[in-house]
T-cell receptor
Framework: DAGITQSPRHKVTETGTPVTLRCHQT?????MYWYRQDPGHGLRLIHYSYGVKDTDKGEVSDGYSVSRSKTEDFLLTLESATSSQTSVYFC????????????FGDGTRLSIL | GNSVTQMEGPVTLSEEAFLTINCTYT??????LFWYVQYPGEGLQLLLKATKADDKGSNKGFEATYRKETTSFHLEKGSVQVSDSAVYFCALSDPQGGSEKLVFGKGTKLTVNP
């Protein structure tokens, strides 16, 4: 267990509402990531962080923002949710050599109606 | 651009059968290659990796060899178990964008029957 907790695990909300997903790690790993998983697309990187207040965009960052004010927490925000953002969201961390993610959380299933 | 193509599933095998899941890639430069596994209801876990040509990654009885000449990284296991039932993802790291930016295949679902 790499000590990754995602919250909430499930959420249903309406188009146009703001949504924030939280990823919490119990160890002081530097690299954290947010991915979305959709049928037929595999996983796609939304944003990642390489330290407190240090973040960068992935391949599908439009409509999403992130913040990392503490090492252990990485927040993903949908400022105004759209139906195309219905997906399963995974947080991941890099725990060892190399900056690629080694461990993923159990996911947040988000439905935008 | 960089891309990963996996064999489409689902794949259904009997216990103790030999497993091959094909993965080919397109990339500029020299990417690192990875296999991830996702068990039902869970997030992905890194299964194995290889960072240069001819490297063999191995873990839990699974193996994959980085073949630059055929741009492939096929996953193999000699004798699968019911507990290997999962979705397997091949991925590469963008050699120009940094190893944070993995490109994933679409996944191959494996079901192993007793």
């Amino acid at each position: 267990d790499a000590g990754i907790t995602q919250s909430p695990r499930h959420k249903v909300t309406e188009t146009g509402t703001p949504v924030t997903l939280r990823c919490h790690q119990t160890e002081n790993h530097r690299y954290m990531y947010w991915y979305r998983q959709d049928p037929g697309h595999g996983l796609r990187l939304i944003h990642y962080s390489y330290g407190v207040k240090d973040t960068d965009k992935g391949e599908v960052s439009d409509g999403y923002s992130v913040s990392r004010s503490k090492t252990e927490d990485f927040l993903l925000t949908l400022e105004s949710a759209t139906s195309s953002q219905t997906s399963v969201y995974f947080c991941a961390i890099s725990t060892g050599q190399g900056r690629q993610p080694q461990h993923f959380g159990d996911g947040t299933r988000l439905s935008i109606l | 651009g960089n891309s990963v193509t996996q064999m489409e599933g689902p794949v259904t095998l009997s216990e103790e059968a030999f497993l091959t899941i094909n993965c080919t890639y397109t990339a500029t430069g020299y990417p690192s290659l990875f296999w991830y596994v996702q068990y039902p209801g869970e997030g992905l876990q890194l299964l194995l990796k290889a960072t240069k040509a001819d490297d063999k990654g191995s873990n839990k009885g699974f193996e994959a060899t980085y073949r630059k000449e055929t741009t492939s990284f096929h996953l193999e296991k000699g004798s699968v178990q019911v507990s290997d039932s999962a979705v397997y993802f091949c991925a590469l790291s963008d050699p120009q964008g940094g190893s944070e930016k993995l490109v994933f295949g679409k996944g191959t679902k494996l079901t192993v029957n007793p």
